[in-house]
């Protein structure tokens, strides 16, 4: 389990990752992003909508034991990453669009999160010792929503702080992973090797399928390619270390490493499937470039 | 006509009472005098801020610039040993090292060339050499192009600075941080025979000579060389224009008296353009300065979006642009919808403002944007739109106080009014002649009047309109069609983000109009080439709609974002020739 020291280690970090995402934005963001709605509606929607339900099936398809299920369901659940706003940047996506979408999914949370989280487990037939209480989720999220108004403040009084802490931010946002990585797996290494094929399909899965999903919903809702392939990192996308803090605040012991085990996969593996997904993202926006570039040509 | 309409001033009575009719005397000799004055009275309030597209900035009060230009001014003379009037190439982006070199080159009673970052080493050593600079100030991020360039130049000493000179530490560290790894754009220090060193380094050497630089500045005169402005890259080899500390005292006078009326030491204006430019130079650097108000200089205004931190963090109340700024500027969101709460008002130059651009910059944002007309060979403002009274979208404005203008034919006869006429221009911001070319100084200026090669037609009132450059002309079956024209109405296509049209040959009617349009990215579906000719054909006579659409996804532009007709000429040539 994580000791006190790495469990408030974690904290301060995802604080500062939030600091630096507050001092991304300016109030004025939140207007605009809330005059063309839809593309922020879009996303809210395949990631609270899409996601849990998606971590709900996968579940109960593998007949996963209750530890395992609270843990994916957890991540299914949780809001967009701030490492999502990096990989919408290499992809050549729509980097305003995957910031708000963090930051709305984020602040939604507050409510979304434990109501849906109450309701998938008990559909799960999770009871208990494992049932999540509402309530710690829903204060770890508000703790979280002070540094990120915090950021803004900052930003505001001092531009170059401002600025400072956005780059802090986004390094932190992988050092945290790392961190995890690395204070996780070398306790449990014999739990790695025991776990079966199911949950690594799963912790891999749950990302993949919901980029894919996040995709198709995103287009057939009229969005365009671009603003899709955004919407669709987003979604597959979660807060993973949120959801590790989550899991710290509420369970000790081996029930914690247990239950810990599918999240911290999850921020391990998507960080790697996300850098494939990103590349291929960035290689069709560039072929779309290029294809619009023939088809004027032809219109001469 | 009679000669005397030459100097008729219709325009007078649209100065109304904001305008005073005659420039009031120069209250400088030099720029430098300039400077130390304006710099004492505003001492510890913010001059610059530069801003980088994270931003993260650094700023400088009056006083800094003023010791610091003063530091500078005696690098120049006690340790490089400059002689007055020697050539100084400053060749920097838009940052905080600009206004410190570009004043201490006056205050040393030097002569500043101003240098275009992006130039390629051809362009350099023919810019150092027909100016013969000594010294040259360049950003670092091009410092690998010296090695080419200094061994064949009279360059004695190089002095380097970065983007982010005299920012805060962090970061400073931070920009440089990410220039050098990120994106490798920090190239390493060539060797080179002659001394390299950093502002920095050089300001301390200044600094430690203690001479006080008013013994160099005090006694230059309003006729004394201020700065070789380097122009006519368009048409040919680039020569400077010659223009005095007079030339320039007058036209920021003639800059403030137009705009006088929204204009306080409370500005804060958008210096996106670069200041190497003779339009940014004057309109912003010097006038704004000399209000005592705060430049904002952006280093880098492309993409757009570079600018939004700028204008998000500061209460931006001018902007100075060309029409694809503004109009970049309100393809953006993020300025669209929000636009600078305290903007007063907005310059427009450098190029043709079109009209859809400037009524919707008036919907967009509730301010004038007045567009004005200069020439680097005028320092550069000739006129310019009131900023009370009628907006007129499609006019350049009247004649700035103390400029007297004419419209002449080919036998250099005024026109009836109304008619057009190339536009020649009588003041004391035009410049003395180019640089060592006594020819190109005859061909231009004649008996004092400059002759600016654009047509324009002035209406009753004295306002003026620029019909086209002479030289762009396109002439459809004997009919005169102003490229200027079909733009316009190119322009007000929704589908249309821009156009620049030129003339192709004919075979029936000897040249006929072609246009290249860039499809506008928010409009949805498809731009055809038919589409374009029907909207044209609702808005233009027969012989003026363009009979080849050619669509691409970007125009030829220059470093201030005008559009290069001249290169879309040279692909018309090129492939005309291969046709035969």
């Known amino acids: 389990m994580l000791t006190e020291l790495e469990t408030t280690l974690l904290g301060i970090m995802m604080m500062v990752i939030m600091l630096g995402m507050g001092a991304s934005m300016t109030p004025r963001d939140f207007l605009i992003a809330f005059r063309k709605p839809k593309g922020i509606l879009v996303g809210l929607l395949s990631q609270f909508a899409v996601m849990p339900f998606l971590g709900f099936l996968l579940a109960v398809a593998l007949g996963l034991p209750a530890p395992l299920i609270v843990g994916l369901l957890l991540i299914a659940c949780m809001p967009g990453g701030t490492t999502s706003n990096i990989f919408a940047y290499f992809s050549k996506g729509v980097l305003a669009l995957s910031i708000m979408m963090t930051t709305v999914s984020t602040m939604v949370a507050v409510v979304m999160v434990p109501v849906l989280l109450s309701f998938y487990s008990s559909m799960a037939g999770v009871t208990g010792d494992y049932y999540i209480p509402a309530a710690n989720v829903a204060q770890v999220l508000v703790v979280l929503l002070v540094p990120t108004a915090l950021g803004m403040v900052l930003r505001k009084v001092n531009a170059n702080i401002g600025a400072t802490i956005e780059l802090i931010g986004s390094f932190m946002g992988v050092v945290v992973i790392v961190f995890l990585i690395a204070s996780w797996v070398p306790r449990n290494y014999q739990l790695l090797l025991d776990t079966g094929p199911g949950v690594y399909f799963v912790t891999i899965g749950i990302g993949l399928i919901g980029m894919l999903f996040g995709y198709w919903v995103a287009r057939g809702l009229a969005q365009d390619t671009n603003r899709a392939r ?9 807060n993973g270390p949120l959801a590790v803090l989550v899991i710290t605040l509420s369970f000790a012991g081996d029930m914690q490493q247990e239950v810990l085990l599918i999240p911290v996969l999850y921020s391990l593996f998507i960080v790697i499937t996300s850098t494939f997904i990103t590349l291929w993202y960035r290689r069709s926006a560039t072929r779309e470039a290029l294809a619009r570039d023939a088809a004027k040509v032809q219109a001469r | 006509m009679t000669a005397t309409n030459r100097y008729a001033r219709p325009w007078i009575a649209a100065y109304g009472t904001e305008i005073a009719a005659d420039l009031p005397a120069p209250r400088f000799d030099n720029i430098a005098a300039l400077i130390k004055d304006t710099s004492t009275r505003f001492a510890g309030r913010t001059a610059f ?35 007055p009037g020697a050539r100084v190439a400053v060749q920097l982006p838009n940052s905080l ?286 006129s310019f739109n009131p900023l009370t009274g009628r907006l007129r979208p499609d006019s350049i ?137 029907a909207h044209c054909k609702t808005l233009l006579t027969g012989y003026k709609v363009p009979k080849s659409v050619i669509i691409r996804d970007e125009l030829p532009k220059s470093p201030i974002g005008k559009i290069l007709r001249k290169d879309l000429k040279a692909e018309v040539r090129a492939e005309f020739a291969a046709k035969g």
């Open chain 1, 230 to 238: 955004t919407i669709s990192l987003e979604t597959g996308i979660q």
């Open chain 2, 49 to 83: 801020t530069c801003v980088v597209p994270n931003g993260m900035n650094g700023s400088l009060t009056f006083e800094q610039v003023d010791a610091m230009s003063d530091a500078f001014a005696a690098f120049l003379r006690h340790d490089c040993g400059l002689k």
């Open chain 2, 97 to 382: 090292a600009y206004p410190v070199a570009a004043f201490g080159v006056f205050k040393a009673g030097c002569v500043l060339v101003n240098t275009n970052p992006l130039y390629t080493p051809a362009e350099m050593i023919h810019q150092f050499n027909d100016s013969g600079a000594e010294v040259l100030v360049i950003v670092d991020l091009f410092a690998d192009k010296l090695a080419e360039v200094i061994p064949q130049t009279g360059i004695r000493t190089v002095v380097l600075a970065g983007v982010p000179e005299f920012f805060p530490l962090i970061p400073k560290a931070v920009v440089r941080g990410v220039q050098k790894v990120w994106n490798r754009t920090l190239p390493p220090v060539p060797e080179l025979d002659v001394p390299v060193l950093r502002i920095t380094e050089a300001l301390a050497k200044g600094r430690s000579d203690a001479i006080d630089p008013h013994q160099w500045w005090e006694w230059l005169k309003p006729e004394d060389l201020a700065l070789l402005q380097y122009t006519g890259g368009t048409t040919g080899v680039a020569k400077g224009a010659m223009l005095t500390h007079g030339n320039i005292l007058a036209n920021l006078a003639q800059v403030q008296a137009m705009g006088r009326s929204h204009m306080s030491s409370d500005d804060c204006v958008l210096t996106a353009l670069p200041l190497y430019h003779i339009f940014a130079f004057t309109a912003n650097l010097m006038t704004f300065f000399e209000l005592g108000a705060r430049n904002i200089l952006v280093p880098s205004p492309r993409p757009v979006q570079n600018i939004q931190r700028a204008i998000e963090n500061y209460p931006i109340t001018w902007i100075t642009g060309v029409n694809t700024l503004f109009n970049g500027l309100m393809n953006e969101e993020w300025f669209a919808a929000f636009p600078p709460r305290k903007l007063r008002a907005a310059i427009a130059g450098g190029t043709a403002l079109h009209q859809a651009v400037a009524r919707r910059w008036d919907e967009v944002t509730g301010t004038r944007i007045a567009e004005g007309y200069g020439l680097t060979e005028s320092s550069p403002l000739v």
């Open chain 2, 397 to 533: 404005g009247i004649p700035v106080p103390g400029t007297e203008i004419a419209l002449v034919d080919d036998d250099d006869a005024p026109v009836p009014q109304g008619q057009p006429g190339e536009l020649i221009v009588r003041g004391p911001q035009v410049m003395q002649g180019y640089w060592q070319r006594p020819d190109d100084t005859a061909q231009t200026l004649k008996n004092g009047w400059l002759y600016t090669g654009d047509v324009a037609v002035m209406d009753e009132d004295g306002f003026l309109k620029i019909v086209d450059r002479k030289k762009d002309l396109v002439i459809v079956s004997g009919f005169n069609v102003y490229p200027n024209e079909v733009e316009d109405a190119l322009a007000r296509m929704d589908a249309v983000l821009e156009a620049a049209v030129v003339g192709i040959p004919d075979e029936a009617s000897g040249e006929a109009v072609r246009a290249y349009v860039v499809k506008n990215p928010d409009h949805p579906g498809e731009m055809t080439r038919d589409a374009v000719i």
